[in-house]
């Protein structure tokens, strides 16, 4: 039975900045590489995919303003996180 979630050695791993953001952001993951991105729309389509590069830039000019899903994978992990998108 699963009692608590540990999100402190999560979030030491990854690093999304800035956020909220309006031109960019960048994608960095301590020690481990970040195998796939993929981002999600408020209404769950996909509109970005891609294999993970080291410190990854992605451009957002071509998104709309408001709140986005990110999922990276880390090694064997999937990991969710909210990204706001201002302009």
Known sequence: ???????TADAATRRIFPNPCSDYFSVSAANTA???L???SANGALVYESRGEP???ISTQDFSQGLYTL???IASELVRQKLMIIK
């Not at 039975?1 to 999100?7: F, G, L, N, P, S």
């Open 71 to 73: 999922e990276l994978r």
């Open 55 to 57: 410190d990854e830039k």
């Open 1 to 7: 039975v699963c009692t608590a979630v540990d999100e």
């Open 34 to 36: 970040v195998q796939s």
């Open 38 to 40: 993929r981002i999600y």
